[in-house]
Structure formats: structure tokens, C-alpha cells
């Protein structure tokens, strides 16, 4: 019928916070508390979830893309 069509075609997303962001999160969190080692640590560690990822991304599309640069030149 229908209707059981419908349930069977449901669209979910998956909502909520990943990994990376609750880790950044708690490590601001442990840096504005000044709890443990996180206290001492640059605020350029502690964001560092958000942007290591970005970094290793372009790292990576750089070398692939130098990578095939240098083949063609063949």
C-alpha cells in the first residue's frame, strides 16, 4: 500500500554534534576552566580540531594535484 510504502522511504538525518566538534568544545571548555594541562596549552591547540582537518585536506589535494602536474609534464 501506500502508506507502507512511505515508512519504508524515510529520509533521516543524522543531526547533533561529531566528534571533532564535542572535542573542541570540551577542550575550550577545559582551557576556560584552567583544568589540567589543557590550561597551559595555546589557544591555537585548542582549536586545533578545526583546523588540523583543514590543513590535511589541502595538504592532500596539493600533493595529488602536484602529483598529476608532474606526470603530465612527462
Known amino acids: 500500500s501506500y502508506i507502507h510504502d512511505m515508512s519504508e522511504n524515510?529520509?533521516?538525518t543524522n543531526g547533533g554534534l561529531g566528534f571533532l566538534s564535542i572535542l573542541?568544545?570540551?577542550?575550550?571548555?577545559?582551557?576556560l576552566a584552567?583544568?589540567?594541562?589543557v590550561a597551559t596549552w595555546s589557544w591555537y591547540w585548542v582549536l586545533s580540531p578545526i583546523w588540523v582537518p583543514v590543513v590535511l585536506a589541502i595538504s592532500v589535494v596539493t600533493i595529488i594535484y602536484m602529483f598529476v602536474w608532474f606526470n603530465s609534464k612527462k
Open 34 to 37: 584552567e583544568i589540567g594541562v
Open 10 to 12: 524515510k529520509n533521516t
Open 24 to 31: 573542541t568544545l570540551m577542550l575550550i571548555f577545559l582551557k
